[in-house]
């Protein structure tokens, strides 16, 4: 699976440590639609990586992520800790004791921004441990036992996040069905750009459904139209036609703004990079903070990135979608 070198044994005891890694995401299109199953299209950010390593170490299983101040034994962290939660289920599935080891903890990807960065550390985990023990860990799986941990984050999760990470490849997605790859017929390059405003899913997600409770028509009324750009979107990226995609991009900010979950520095963003000569722009993810994604040719790149510094991003990261056919066959679930 490619996730870090398979472990030495000398006497029973490992010798390396086993490192392994899972990349962020960006929603293109389809969020908060796809939960009341609504397609949604994800794409991985395989720049942008959470790494798990387990160093041999005598004793009881140690957990050590800085980023987020924990340094302690596995014993330690309440059972329905995120970071403990994974590392039990992934070691119940695998049928195997937890070893004796440390596991370190470490992501580029910035927390509460519509990033992954919760289902990629978890994916990091689960291929960790499942190389450390030499067990399979194919991506239905992996998908299946990050979801468990994203419902602690998340509440009700359509279970994207954990599946674009586990398969890191762009997918069509709609809620309990496999995922559909998605072919790529010319190469696509977006840049995405972080409001640094936190944004908490779980809030997003709750409030756009009483807002449905109270609203049942209109809102999915709502979630058909974006449906339908995303249907449109996906056309449009497997012909190759950008142009096409970025009108489908400017038309689900405008529903996603509707749902009432943009906010206004989203909006700045958003308005600065189509200004800049963007072909498209929309916010990604839950919203009322975290990221805008912007979908720009070679030749603007560079002016609406400074553009969007200038309109208050805190950070810019520049993605391609790669052109090509989707790969064979997708495994599905398990
Ligand atoms: O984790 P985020 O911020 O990318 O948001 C998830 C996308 C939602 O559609 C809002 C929620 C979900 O579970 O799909």
Do not use: C
Not at 79 to 97: G, N
Not at 156 to 184: H, K, M, W
């Amino acid at each position: 699976m490619g996730t870090g070198r398979h472990p030495d044994y000398v006497s029973g005891v490992k010798e390396t440590a086993i490192r392994a890694s899972a990349s962020g995401k960006v929603i293109l299109l389809g969020e908060h639609a796809v939960v009341y199953g609504r397609p949604a299209i994800a794409i991985p950010l395989s720049g942008l990586r959470a790494q798990a390593t387990l160093i041999p170490h005598p004793g009881p299983f140690h957990i050590q992520a800085p980023a987020v101040g924990i340094d302690a034994p596995l014993s330690k962290l309440p059972p329905d800790h995120p970071l403990a939660r994974i590392v039990y289920l992934t070691a119940e599935h695998i049928r195997r004791p937890l070893p004796d080891a440390l596991l370190r903890i470490e992501s580029e990807i910035p927390v509460a921004s519509g990033l992954g960065s919760g289902a990629a550390v978890s994916t990091a985990i689960v291929r960790a441990l499942a190389a450390w023990y030499g067990v399979p860990a194919d991506p239905p799986t992996v998908s299946a036992l990050v979801y468990e941990v994203e419902r602690i984050y998340h509440g009700t999760p359509s279970g994207i996040d954990n599946t674009v990470i586990a398969y890191e490849q762009p997918v069509y997605f709609i809620r309990g069905q496999a995922p559909e790859p998605l072919p790529v017929g010319a190469t696509l390059h977006l840049l995405v750009a972080d409001s640094g405003i936190p944004s908490q899913t779980r809030e997003v997600v709750e409030d756009v459904r009483r807002n449905w409770e109270a609203e049942p028509t209109r809102y999915e009324m709502l979630f058909e139209r974006v449906a339908e750009e995303v249907e449109k979107a996906r056309e449009a990226i497997t012909r190759g036609d950008a142009r096409a995609l970025g009108k489908r991009m400017d038309a689900n900010h405008k529903l996603l703004q509707e749902i009432g979950v943009s906010a206004p520095a989203l909006d700045r963003l958003v308005e600065a990079a189509r200004r800049a000569g963007a072909l498209g722009a929309k916010l990604s993810g839950a919203g009322r903070g975290g990221n805008i994604i912007a979908l720009v040719d070679k030749s603007t790149a560079e002016r609406v990135r400074e553009a969007l510094k200038t309109a208050g991003a805190v950070h810019i990261w520049q993605t391609d979608v790669e052109m090509g056919p989707a790969p064979l066959a997708v495994p599905g679930p398990s």
